[in-house]
């Protein structure tokens, strides 16, 4: 049995996932907020991107609208309601984005249906031969563009005011207020940086899987399960993590008695990363 292809074509819903994980630990970060919306930000610009495509606008445009829709409504949301939540324990703050995750299917069902679509990007067509097996173009966007996210952020964090702020909140809030850390600027600036990282991710996974409003909302599951082997903190921990968890749900597929449930691959994982590593997960949750 050959599983090479599988695990080529895994690195790409890899990338979406350590993309999503690394979105839900920055702004974890920052705010002590696990966002259950993260994956219907992303979906809602998706189908946004999609009806321009539609409508026969330019790639480009319908892009940078994904992004923008997905990242506008992630602010409104850190803004306005998160704020009113900010006091409360982190199970409440979590349980809270919740609210807009259900808001936002409401409107995808009523908008476009839960039918299901794909994007289909011209890079879909190009691809190069790794190891004999085909390498779409878009996969490997994907992968260079988790990579170049997590860099970008980890220079932020590290080389400007803001990443100081941010990093600042993540290791005592309270303390972080009384010196002057404008809280409620930098946490904003984290639900903005979130929106970007999951109108990205849900471009990806329209593309490479299909574009269903609760298919994508879902995309939560394999993010939360990255970020937990990343123990909540480290950036290139959760990357590495959601690029083995979209490998180890791809080398399902020739398994022929699995093969129907592999999609469950991401809420097992999951499941166990929170049995093995709840600990830290939990020390991490407190700390907040």
């Known amino acids: 049995m050959n599983i090479l292809p599988f695990?080529?074509?895994g690195l790409g819903i890899g990338a979406v996932y350590a993309l999503s994980g690394v979105g839900l630990v920055v702004l974890?970060?920052?705010?002590?907020?696990?966002?259950?919306?993260?994956g219907a930000f992303g979906a809602i610009g998706a189908h946004c991107a999609w009806q321009l495509l539609e409508w026969k606008m330019p790639l480009g445009v319908a892009i940078l609208a994904a992004v923008a829709?997905?990242?506008?409504?992630?602010?409104?949301?850190?803004?306005?309601f998160a704020p009113m939540l900010s006091h409360r324990d982190t199970v409440v703050r979590a349980v809270g984005t919740l609210a807009p995750a259900l808001v936002l299917i409401a409107v995808m069902g009523?908008?476009?249906?839960?039918?299901?679509?794909?994007l289909q990007f011209p890079t879909d067509q190009m691809f190069v031969s790794l190891f004999a097996v085909r390498l779409t173009y878009t996969r490997i966007i994907a992968l260079l563009l988790a990579v170049a996210m997590v860099v970008a952020i980890t220079l932020l964090l590290s080389r400007t005011r803001l990443g100081l702020d941010m990093r600042a909140?993540?290791?005592d809030r309270d303390l972080s207020a009384v010196l002057g850390v404008r809280v409620l600027h930098t946490e904003t600036a984290a639900w903005i940086i979130t929106g970007i990282f999951s109108g990205l991710a849900g471009l990806l996974l329209a593309d490479l899987v299909r574009l269903q409003g609760t298919f994508l909302t879902l995309l939560v599951i394999p993010a939360i399960a990255a970020a937990i082997l990343g123990q909540l903190r480290s950036l290139w921990e959760t990357a590495v993590a959601g690029i083995l968890i979209g490998i180890a749900e791809a080398a399902l597929t020739p398994i022929a008695?699995?093969?129907?449930?592999?999609a469950a691959a991401p809420f097992i994982i999951a499941l166990a990363a929170v049995t093995?590593?709840?600990?830290?997960?939990?020390a991490a949750l407190k700390d907040r």
């Not at 974890?28 to 993260?38: I, K, S």
């Not at 093995?276 to 939990?282: E, F, M, N, Q, S």
């Open 7 to 9: 695990i080529i074509s």
């Open 28 to 38: 974890f970060r920052a705010t002590g907020v696990l966002n259950f919306a993260f």
């Open 69 to 80: 829709v997905s990242t506008a409504i992630s602010f409104l949301y850190g803004r306005v």
């Open 110 to 118: 009523v908008t476009w249906a839960e039918l299901p679509r794909r």
């Open 169 to 171: 909140l993540a290791n």
């Open 257 to 262: 008695w699995i093969s129907p449930y592999r």
């Open 276 to 282: 093995i590593l709840g600990g830290t997960a939990k």
